[in-house]
């Protein structure tokens, strides 16, 4: 099993950056795929961000691309997610997770099912 925590997060006004930080321990998660997701109080976790093992591969939601960049250094394994921009509604707690399984489905952006481990949330919250 793979342990994660986060740090990072915090309050920002509109237009301002945050960079959140995933900390991986136990069974190495090199050696999988990463990702960010984030609920909204009321909604359902949404997938942000993802990023292959190697690193070369990234997917993004469609809302934060341009804004929020994924990034993994696997000599520390540990991921990033750099958010600049943020909007009032980039408002939620931020998860980072690792799928523990090999295989990746490129057609779609993945789902919570996707990843077996997780963190226990970083609050963001974007003022107007």
Avoid: H
Avoid at 98 to 126: A, E, K, L, N
């Amino acid at each position: 099993q793979v342990q994660l925590v986060e740090s990072g997060g915090g309050l920002v006004q509109a237009g301002g950056s945050l960079r959140l930080s995933c900390a991986a321990s136990g069974r190495a998660a090199r050696a999988y795929f990463m990702g960010w997701f984030r609920q909204a109080p009321g909604k359902e976790r949404e997938f942000v961000a993802a990023i292959s093992p190697s690193g070369t591969y990234t997917r993004y939601l469609d809302s934060v691309k341009g804004r929020f960049t994924i990034s993994r250094d696997n000599a520390k394994n540990t991921a990033a997610l750099q958010m600049n921009s943020l909007k009032p509604e980039d408002t939620a707690v931020y998860y980072c997770a690792v799928r523990i399984r090999p295989g990746w489905d490129y057609t779609r952006d993945p789902s919570p099912s996707d990843f077996g481990s997780w963190g226990q949330g970083t609050q963001v919250t974007v003022s107007s």
